[in-house]
């Protein structure tokens, strides 16, 4: 069974392990898993993702790394970095940022590939003097 935040709740921090997270609400932070993040339609979720599959169909601000697969239905959208196996984005969803696909992740590297994502964009906002 997933773990769901539900809409109209707001969960701020980081969610790490095994397990599936379906995202209904509003979600701040961090998310490391072995299984699946569904981001449902009309959430919104400011965090960087790591996890084996990522299905989004609401709006992602962050970084998504997945092992196995990331789909974007036709509500799904994400301003940020993607890295994945295998790509699928239906007629509608949309995606800003730079893409890697393709690539094999080696899973004792996902986190510190993702970290330096994180660092490189942090570094780029505090040079733009955000």
Do not use: Y
């Not at 997933?2 to 609400?25: A, C, M, N, Q, W």
């Not at 004792?108 to 780029?124: C, D, L, M, P």
């Amino acid at each position: 069974m997933p773990f769901v935040i539900g809409k109209g709740l707001t969960l701020r921090g980081e969610v790490s392990g095994e397990g599936d997270l379906h995202v209904e609400g509003q979600l701040h932070g961090k998310v490391n898993l072995v299984g699946t993040v569904t981001i449902r339609e009309g959430a919104e979720v400011q965090a960087d993702i790591s996890a084996t599959q990522i299905v989004v169909a609401g709006k992602v601000t962050g970084n998504l790394m997945a092992s196995g697969r990331v789909e974007f239905r036709p509500t799904g959208c994400l301003l940020g970095n993607l890295r994945t196996k295998t790509l699928v984005v239906q007629e509608g969803g949309s995606v800003n940022g730079r893409m890697m696909v393709g690539i094999l992740l080696h899973p004792t590297g996902e986190a510190t590939e993702i970290e330096e994502v994180v660092r490189q964009e942090e570094a780029r906002e505090l040079w733009r003097g955000r």
